[in-house]
């Protein structure tokens, strides 16, 4: 009989992304990609943002310094690769 304490959803967790490679897209295409990468759910709210107003842009760069600090984490909760 399993143990129901024992089922993980490691299948739904993305692969831990490399730092410079997330902050890179978030500075170039500020469109979410680098959230849709980390496993962010939000990440269509900044390419609606990017598309029809300036502030996505600004969000993405925001996102990219908070990369390059370590500020901003997988979506749940595990450190990017270095």
């Not at 902050?23 to 170039?28: S, Y």
């Not at 269509?44 to 901003?72: E, N, P």
Request: proline share 4%; hydrophobic share 50%; with cysteine.
């Amino acid at each position: 009989m399993a143990d129901e304490t024992t089922n993980t959803t490691s299948g739904e967790q993305k692969p831990p992304q490399k730092k410079m490679m997330m902050a890179i897209l978030a500075f170039i295409i500020p469109w979410g990609i680098h959230r849709y990468l980390m496993g962010y759910k939000n990440w269509w709210l900044q390419l609606v943002l990017a598309i029809f107003c300036v502030v996505g842009i600004f969000w993405s760069y925001y996102d990219a310094i908070m990369i390059l600090t370590g500020k901003m984490k997988m979506a749940d909760g595990r450190d990017l690769e270095a």
